[in-house]
């Protein structure tokens, strides 16, 4: 796996401070995307063993709340096969931050359902993320005033009261922000 950047200190990709991790590979090739070189398999850098260190010391400080996943997409077969591991480990070093995840794919339509994006350890990275937007982008529903997603038909959801419930609960922003 690749990725195009690791970004330590993100507010904008989830609640409160975060590590986000752009990983590299996306075959949704969303128009208006904002992060087209994301979509290229090969592009940034190779992911290693120094690169998960380097994202676990990230997550070491009480101010990060947790990791945030996206890219490119976290759930190409290719991709999650990596960060698999990458999340059995946060869950064990840091079981009091949080996971989040942007994904193209639908929660239950495609990464629930049958579809090219499951693979083997797909249940078991569901499993481990807290919350999850899903849907891809979709330019002509684009709207800045929406809260850590960029267009109307994306969805944020509580995965795990999701998963436990058998139906999708939206994820509840704990911070109300003003008017």
Request: negative net charge; proline residues 4%; hydrophobic residues 35%.
């Given at each position: ?5 690791i970004k330590k200190c993100d507010i904008a990709n989830g609640e409160g401070v975060r590590v986000s991790l752009f990983v590299s590979g996306c075959t949704h ?134 998963l436990e419930a058998g139906e999708i609960v939206p994820w509840e922003l704990k911070v109300k922000r003003g008017m």
């Open positions: 796996m690749h990725y195009g950047e090739h969303c128009p208006g995307c904002f992060n087209q070189d994301t979509w290229d398999f090969h592009y940034g850098k190779e992911y290693t063993e120094e690169t998960e260190a380097e994202i676990l010391g990230a997550l070491a400080p009480s101010y990060i709340n947790g990791l945030t996943l996206l890219g490119g997409e976290p759930f190409e077969p290719q991709n999650q096969r990596v960060l698999a591991g990458l999340l059995r480990k946060v869950r064990e070093q840091y079981p009091e931050k949080n996971i989040w995840c942007y994904s193209g794919y639908l929660f239950d339509k495609e990464l629930l359902g049958d579809s090219r994006a499951r693979c083997e350890v797909t249940d078991e990275i569901l499993s481990m993320i807290d919350v999850l937007v899903d849907g891809r982008f979709v330019e002509a529903k684009k709207d800045i005033r929406l809260v850590f997603r960029g267009s109307s038909n994306q969805r944020v959801i509580d995965v795990k009261k999701s």
